[in-house]
């Protein structure tokens, strides 16, 4: 298993913008998918985005088209959410995870347990 680190997460007001960083020890990250996924109080983890070994491939949930984007810099061994338009909804532990890609990206990112590294999370809060 990876070890994973998330940051970036914090409170921001409805509307706002933040970027979240995902990086490894140790171990590269050019060979894995890379996944956010979110989970709410009271909810199960559900996937944000997720992008592929290469970068050349992204998948985003319906919710956040258009407002988050997911990167992949192999040569930092980083991958990024950025994420702006904020909506309340968005509120909730972020996770990266990592795992060789097993499956199509799209089906990796519809089922969180085909990742098996996964970060400790960062919380993001959208309120005012």
């Known amino acids: 298993q990876l070890q994973l680190a998330e940051s970036g997460g914090g409170l921001v007001q409805p509307g706002g913008s933040l970027r979240l960083s995902c990086t490894a020890s140790e171990v590269t990250l050019d060979y894995y998918v890379i996944g956010w996924f979110r989970q709410a109080p009271g909810k199960e983890r559900e996937g944000v985005s997720c992008i592929s070994s290469s970068g050349g491939s992204t998948v985003y949930a319906d919710s956040v088209k258009g407002r988050f984007t997911i990167s992949k810099d192999n040569g930092k061994n980083m991958v990024y959410l950025q994420m702006n338009s904020l909506k309340p909804d968005n509120t909730g532990v972020y996770y990266c995870?990592?795992?060789?890609?097993?499956?199509?990206?799209?089906?990796?990112?519809?089922?969180?347990?085909?990742?098996?590294?996964w970060g400790q999370g960062t919380q993001v809060t959208v309120s005012s």
């Open positions: 995870a990592a795992e060789p890609p097993i499956m199509p990206v799209q089906a990796m990112c519809a089922t969180p347990p085909s990742f098996g590294s």
